[in-house]
């Protein structure tokens, strides 16, 4: 017997039927109908946003094992929502939207296993004092594998994340080190590896932390005079994941703790994560002892997408939020924003808004003018690394010259020049920029701000070079 979207539908109520209370069955259940069904999709027509975010917020889960029933592992929900529409037509307003299948996080309970451990041990995201020692993983349940899209730009990332995910600690990826630059993913797939261990080992403990809270707690710790218990409730984590590492620059005592901490879950097989926005050898002020243990697993950098890439971001978000769009206009969204993930969700956010909320048609024309804007107030954030990198390409030297201690007269001139960019489009002080650019005291940074503003004053080939790198700086 063929199956129809009425029959699938009827069989998952009356699963769904023996598992809830009546009345909540009467409310959620009864008034939804059944639609369509295409392969392994049943789509169903449910009269509200709210009543669809209610069924995804409760009853996600008893939904998935009913349709997974009927129609296998590979099955998926989508929801019809039918409103009623006030503007002028009355034909009734359809919404499509695909379920998340995901349920929130539980906090995960964990025993203390050390010996002279105090009973009251301190767990540095709750109120101190706490017996119960419950640790709320910190995980988006909504960063998953399925929406972080794969490209040549975060291919390694993403293979080497989803074996961690499946072997937590068994791989020869420990630590695992994310690192690109500033939007393309690399937080989203740190959350899409912790929300799959959590799925395929519920059992294992998985915390994810930035390293600006670590650093707080840390301080925090010291404070109270509980350093000791600040780190063993680190150590009873199974999966540790340390968002933004280069947080810890300067940063000596958190490094001294974090390396203890680092030390014991290594030693005993559990995994560690960290993104960071550079690779372990730009990284400045983290001690030499840590570095190379960041290097002991794999360094996996994630790149600017590539256009294909961005397409599909693209179809992804307006699928996830169930809106079309013609195949022109997401096309020339992606052709105009390279830079990152982040700005392309923004630019297709502000073209749906702009059309939802000024009741107007999504054509090129628009999508024109709001990506015209949507660039125009994207300041790209420079950093004292990217002058660096600008000023040596421009001189044709490598980096390390440039950081170097020769006194050959264009190298200095170079590394002036930078440490001037450096402080006028960074917030750095002048301690930080020179320890960044060859690892000089402030008052030789000082000495070169003073020598370029004299030489531009002097010297019309010196003025030229200023000129030329600041245009590519603010480009």
């Not at 014991?264 to 560690?272: A, C, D, E, I, T």
Request: include cysteine; hydrophobic fraction near 40%; charged fraction near 25%.
């Amino acid at each position: 017997m063929n199956k129809t979207a009425q029959s699938v539908w009827e069989n998952c109520l009356s699963f769904i039927k023996d598992n809830i209370q009546d009345q909540a069955y009467k409310t959620w259940f009864e008034p939804i109908k059944s639609v369509e069904l295409t392969d392994n999709a049943l789509y169903i027509q449910v009269p509200s946003k709210f009543f669809y975010e209610w069924l995804e917020e409760h009853y996600v889960k008893l939904l998935k094992v009913a349709l997974t029933k009927e129609l296998g592992k590979n099955a998926k929900l989508l929801y019809k929502i039918r409103m009623e529409n006030t503007y002028g037509n009355k034909q009734p307003f359809t919404e499509q939207l695909p379920s998340a299948n995901r349920v929130p996080m539980k906090p995960q309970e964990v025993d203390a296993p050390f010996k002279n451990l105090n009973p009251e041990l301190k767990n540095p995201f709750v109120i101190p004092g706490i017996r119960n020692l419950k640790i709320e993983s910190q995980l988006n349940a909504n960063y998953s594998f399925d929406n972080f899209l794969e490209g040549d730009s975060n291919r390694l990332a993403r293979s080497a994340g989803m074996a961690v995910a499946n072997k937590p600690g068994g791989t020869s990826f420990n630590p695992l080190l994310i690192f690109g630059g500033v939007g393309l993913g690399k937080t989203h797939l740190a959350h899409a590896i912790g929300v799959e261990i959590k799925d395929k080992y519920p059992e294992k403990t998985v915390l994810y932390i930035s390293a600006e809270i670590f650093t707080q707690q840390y301080i925090d710790s010291v404070k109270k005079n509980n350093r000791n218990d600040f780190i063993h409730f680190y150590q009873l984590i199974d999966v540790l994941i340390i968002d933004d590492v280069q947080f810890l620059s300067g940063k000596s005592g958190t490094q001294d703790v974090f390396f203890h901490i680092f030390n014991y879950l290594h030693q005993n097989g559990k995994q560690v994560i960290l993104t960071s926005d550079k690779a372990p050898v730009d990284m400045q002020d983290i001690e030499q002892r840590l570095l190379s243990r960041f290097k002991w697993g794999l360094s996996a950098e994630i790149h600017q997408p590539d256009y294909e890439t961005r397409i599909s971001i693209l179809k992804n978000i307006l699928y996830r939020d169930g809106v079309e769009i013609p195949d022109e206009i997401v096309e020339y969204v992606a052709r105009n924003i390279k830079s990152n993930v982040r700005e392309l969700e923004g630019a297709i956010i502000s073209l749906i808004a702009q059309s939802s909320f000024n009741k107007k048609e999504v054509t090129l024309e628009l999508a024109k003018s709001v990506v015209e804007k949507f660039v125009k107030n994207v300041k790209r954030e420079i950093s004292i690394d990217y002058i660096q990198k600008i000023v040596s390409d421009y001189f044709q030297l490598d980096l390390e010259t440039l950081q170097s201690k020769t006194r050959k007269r264009h190298v200095v001139q170079a590394r002036q020049l930078a440490m001037f960019f450096a402080k006028k489009f960074t917030k750095a002080s002048l301690a930080n920029i020179g320890s960044q650019i060859g690892d000089r005291d402030h008052a030789t940074v000082l000495h070169a701000c003073k020598t370029v503003d004299n030489l531009v004053a002097t010297d019309k080939q010196f003025k030229k070079f200023v000129e030329d790198i600041n245009k590519k700086l603010t480009l």
